[in-house]
């Protein structure tokens, strides 16, 4: 089955950057679309962006449009986020999530498998 482990998360000023990783074990993920979410205090669980496994197709929530990118490694089996110029409203618990493909790529309900999330605080 498939495992998730986030890591790269911290503490960092508003306009600095961060790279999260999401390294992923137990199945090839060939046929799969990988995705970032985050979720705040009190709210929901937000879409931030997702990456064919396969094709390398993206999607951006507007909010990281021209901020945030999203790559893989299919050697290391390691999903990223580059996130740059970050904003207070970014900070977050930041997951990883793995799903097949055929599903709307932007509703957490798509995808079986999660991470843990690691936190990302960006200060004032």
């Known amino acids: 089955q498939v495992q998730l482990v986030e890591s790269g998360g911290g503490l960092v000023q508003a306009g600095g950057s961060l790279r999260l990783s999401c390294a992923a074990s137990?199945?090839?993920?060939?046929?799969?679309?990988m995705a970032w979410f985050r979720q705040a205090p009190g709210k929901e669980r937000e879409f931030v962006a997702a990456?064919?496994?396969?094709?390398?197709?993206?999607d951006y929530a507007d909010s990281v449009k021209g901020r945030f990118t999203i790559s893989r490694d299919n050697a290391k089996n390691t999903l990223y986020l580059q996130m740059n110029g970050l904003k207070p409203e970014d900070t977050a618990v930041y997951s990883c999530?793995?799903?097949?493909?055929?599903?709307?790529?932007?509703?957490?309900?798509?995808?079986?498998?999660w991470g843990q999330g690691t936190q990302v605080t960006v200060s004032s």
């Open positions: 137990g199945r090839t993920f060939s046929n799969y679309v």
């Open positions: 999530a793995a799903g097949p493909t055929g599903r709307s790529t932007r509703s957490s309900t798509s995808y079986d498998y």
């Open positions: 990456i064919n496994w396969r094709t390398s197709t993206t």
